[in-house]
């Protein structure tokens, strides 16, 4: 199996050459005919082509740091085209041109539990691409076979594209690494961001996204890689710059002011407390306790700020207006999704509530997929969450108690956990940036399963926080 430096060689195959110049030649056709803002991203489109060729997981980390971002545009007909559409489509073009003629990620196979995910994925898109084209309340929406084909994509296929790209492209544990690393960096950039507005303008944080409680979906994905590496780095230099960019988060998380966000991270700490040493918990509680006592004394008032008041109220869940709320709203999609419990309406939202002014969304990713796909979509997304989990527990249970690899399995186990628990309150998990996030994050963990001895190998070390 060729790894990525081999594929990142100079000079190029012949094979690679012939590609890169056909899609020079399209682009600069295309250039002299579009408009310029057209023309700017064919030229970028180009440029990741060309750079992906002289090394093949640098268009891979571009789709990781766009994943927080929805950037559309119109293009021609087509409406909602994302930047993201133009890496995958570089990826998939070069992947059919490249990777599979070379016969490289043959292994892929070989774990049950790497295949149990392929399979799982290609009956996600199938299921998901019938039920929404034959889903009623897309009825007025689906014409022709090309716009049908377009439509498929942009609420299906899109989700899923990153999965296979990434998982052909990776070449093990450094690898993926390298992508956990670009996106905890995102990630704090982007909370960065919104601590800096969110202050500016003394609103709740939202960052690139559109409501607070999708920015909060966002980042409890992304926090327990944090945590993991946190306790299993082998280094001073990676643990402190793991901790930082935890705080960061965890500091844009408390000011979205999402109750749901914050059980989810708190829950995402349960697998660290299972799988890493009692020393090592005992020595962060205790370091927490004194820093949360130093915060107390400097800041005494602290315990009456509306975010941390409204944090407190998580004390007597049962008298959390918002949580009967949800209560009610889960009631109305129950009923709902009994009408077409099997193909669902092909929408997540509900426009029966609309009509009675309340929220069409359920607050809950598992009803939300019921009532988009049925409940044989839920119970997809159940058996894809227990497999990959599976295959974490299993790799971390693989590695021992000072191996670096467990931050990786610890970070995947707390992904899922915090998914899990905030998928019972928000259904943000279905926006196309947690989707993205989501199934690249999956494709990681497979490609570092499929290579457990290019984990073990000696080699140059990721940057960042992967060192230690």
Known sequence: MRSAVDLARLPLSGREAAVLVACAAGAAWLVTTAEPAMSLAICAGTLVLGIWALQPEAAVLVLAALS?????????????????????????????????????????????????????????GIWGTVTYLAGPANRWLVKDPIRNVWYAYRQVWRDLAPFPLVLLLLSGRRSADRVVNVLIGVGVAVSLYAIIDAMRTGEEAIGPFGTKNEFAGFLVLLLPFASARLFCAGSWRTRLLSGGALLIMARALMLTSSRGGYVAFLASFLPIAFLVPRRRIATAGAAALIALAFVLVVKTDLLEKPRVRRLLTLTAPSEVANLQWRQEQWGFFFDRIGERPVLGTGSDIDQSLLEMDRLG????????????????????????????????????????????????????????????????????????????????????????????????????TAGGLARG
Do not use: Y
């Open 68 to 124: 927080p971002f929805a950037l559309k545009f119109d293009v021609g007909p087509l409406k909602d085209v994302r930047a993201q559409d133009g890496v995958v489509a570089a990826l998939i073009i070069l992947c059919i041109a490249v990777v599979i003629p070379g016969g490289r990620r043959a292994d892929l196979l070989r774990d049950p539990a790497i295949r149990a995910l392929i399979i799982l994925w290609v009956i996600v």
């Open 361 to 460: 969304t359920a607050h809950n990713v598992f009803l939300a997929l019921a009532l988009k796909s049925g409940w044989p979509m839920a119970g997809l997304w159940v058996i894809l969450f227990g497999v990959l989990g599976v295959l974490a527990a299993r790799r971390s249970l693989e590695t021992g108690p000072g191996d670096e690899a467990r931050g990786l399995w610890l970070g995947i186990l707390g992904c899922l956990t915090a998914a899990a628990v905030h998928g019972m309150v928000e259904a943000s998990l279905l926006l196309p940036q947690s989707q993205h996030l989501f199934w690249i994050l999956a494709a990681a963990a497979a490609a570092a399963a499929a290579a457990p001895s290019m984990s073990a190998s000696p080699g140059p």
